[in-house]
């Protein structure tokens, strides 16, 4: 269970916070202090496991062959991207951007990590979509079906970044919880902890924000 404040602060938002025709986004707006950051190690780069996953469903790209890329497909990936479709992606930058804009993480095959680094890095780096490796003693079925549920903070050298936690469909409760994981491996990240939190707030995507620290 959340704590109180947190939960409060999530129904205020959602009752207060006109209804559309659309599912929103609920997100949070983190706001760091006392923080050399461009310093890097000061910077936040974590992925986090959100026990009630984002309210929707992943649009995950995979670069693979065989066997692993048929368990892709079966698995829900969005794209399977043989070592040929690589190829082809490498000569066709715009085509590159398009999947890059249209994919929400990727995964590949470890083979295929020195290509990619090296001829779509420029595309997938600035978007913070570089693959996740998929090692050899890992599943690619058990990797998807983590990283459905899974979000990346990601600060670069801001003081302040956005990280969504779900959809305003979700339950209070379950939004509530998404903040709560995510605040805490704030605390267990930064430098001083809780010390470095200015303030974080809830909001959804055209709606009211709230203060949750």
């Known amino acids: 269970?959340?704590?109180?404040?947190?939960?409060?602060?999530?129904?205020?938002?959602?009752?207060?916070?006109?209804?559309?025709?659309?599912?929103?986004?609920?997100?949070?707006?983190?706001?760091?202090?006392?923080?050399?950051?461009?310093?890097?190690?000061?910077?936040?780069?974590?992925?986090?496991?959100?026990?009630?996953?984002?309210?929707?469903?992943?649009?995950?790209?995979?670069f693979a062959r065989g066997e692993v890329g048929l368990r892709a497909e079966a698995a829900g990936a969005a794209y399977v991207i043989s070592d040929v479709e690589l190829d082809e992606l490498v000569t066709d930058k715009s085509r590159a951007r398009t999947l890059a804009n249209e994919c929400d993480l990727f995964i590949a095959e470890?083979?295929?990590?020195?290509?990619?680094?090296?001829?779509l890095g420029v595309v997938l780096g600035p978007r913070g979509k570089m693959p996740i490796p998929l090692l050899p003693n890992?599943?690619?079925?058990?990797?998807?079906?983590?990283?459905?549920?899974?979000?990346?903070?990601?600060?670069?050298?801001?003081?302040?970044f956005h990280v969504p936690v779900g959809r305003r469909d979700m339950s209070p409760d379950q939004l509530a919880d998404n903040i709560e994981t995510i605040v805490s491996r704030l605390e267990r990240v930064l430098d001083k902890g809780k010390h470095n939190l200015r303030t974080v707030y809830v909001t959804t995507t055209m709606g009211k924000s709230e203060r949750v620290v």
Not at 142 to 152: G, H, P
Request: no cysteine.
């Open 1 to 62: 269970m959340a704590e109180k404040i947190i939960l409060e602060a999530v129904k205020k938002v959602l009752e207060e916070s006109p209804k559309r025709n659309f599912s929103e986004s609920v997100d949070l707006a983190i706001n760091l202090k006392n923080l050399d950051m461009n310093q890097p190690k000061n910077r936040v780069d974590e992925e986090v496991i959100l026990p009630h996953g984002l309210g929707k469903e992943l649009k995950i790209g995979v």
């Open 110 to 119: 470890t083979q295929f990590m020195p290509i990619i680094g090296k001829n």
């Open 138 to 160: 890992k599943d690619i079925t058990e990797l998807i079906q983590s990283k459905q549920n899974a979000v990346r903070l990601r600060s670069k050298d801001k003081l302040t």
